[in-house]
């Protein structure tokens, strides 16, 4: 059974940063791609990013160049940069891949608020 762990939220001030991590328990070879979702209070899921095991990240419109998906092969860890935080960021965020559709972490909570 495959594990994923998101860590690295907290509370930030508006125009903020944070560095999600996404350790997976598998090797991160193994996957096409590793997502990054995430869900407000209130309101479904939503897609933030996508790093490829291949060529460049893609993002959800809303990102809009704040944030940086990336990858450590090595150490099996997806991570999200964050920058400029806005307090409609506040979200738990979750990383995912179909590989392993039934799977999710707990996810890490981030807070942008002054």
């Known amino acids: 059974q495959g594990q994923l762990v998101e860590s690295g939220g907290g509370l930030v001030q508006p125009g903020g940063s944070l560095r999600l991590s996404c350790a997976s328990s598998?090797?991160?070879?193994?996957?096409?791609?590793m997502d990054w979702y995430r869900q407000a209070p209130g309101k479904q899921r939503e897609f933030v990013a996508r790093a490829l095991r291949e060529g460049a990240p893609h993002y959800a419109d809303f990102v809009q160049g704040r944030f940086t998906a990336s990858s450590d092969f090595a150490k099996n860890t997806v991570f999200l940069q964050m920058n400029n935080l806005e307090p409609d960021d506040t979200a738990v965020y979750y990383c995912?891949?179909?590989?392993?559709?039934?799977?999710w972490g707990p996810g890490t909570q981030v807070t942008v608020s002054s």
């Open positions: 598998a090797s991160l070879s193994l996957f096409y791609a």
């Open positions: 995912h891949t179909e590989s392993w559709p039934a799977i």
